[in-house]
Nanobody, 120 residues
Framework: VQLQASGGGLVHTGESLRLSCAAS????????MGWYRQAPGKQRDFVAI???????NYADSVKGRFTISRDNAKNTVYLQMNSLKPEDTAVYSC???????????????WGQGTQVTVSS
């Protein structure tokens, strides 16, 4: 399983960005897909997660501003980030839980991070 994330960049306060993370490979099914972020000098924090049946959960700090979604046909998860704030500045990484064919348990993979910088 390979994960390719994209969509980061430099924006101003109040602007929007959309991140995407595509899982490629074969011989597996995708369960949960999520986003995490790590600001400089801080630990990596949970941002949002979506299950295979599209149930979602968000960190309190992004509720109402960020929306996670997925395209199962493309094995891709998205993070629409609106009303961005300087405190959203971080490296954003996707995490995907898959079940290999014929295996009865999940394995989790991290995508490479994508930098999001919000200037005031």
């Amino acid at each position: 399983v390979q994960l390719q994330a994209s969509g980061g960049g430099l924006v101003h306060t109040g602007e929007s960005l959309r991140l995407s993370c595509a899982a490629s490979g074969s011989g597996f099914s995708t369960n949960r897909m999520g986003w995490y972020r790590q600001a400089p000098g801080k630990q990596r924090d949970f941002v949002a997660i979506i299950t295979s049946d599209a149930r979602t959960n968000y960190a309190d700090s992004v509720k109402g501003r960020f929306t996670i979604s997925r395209d199962n046909a493309k094995n891709t998860v998205y993070l629409q980030m609106n009303s961005l704030k300087p405190e959203d500045t971080a490296v954003y990484s996707c995490r995907v839980w898959v079940v290999p064919d014929g295996v009865g348990y999940e394995t989790a993979y991290w995508g490479q991070g994508t930098q999001v910088t919000v200037s005031s």
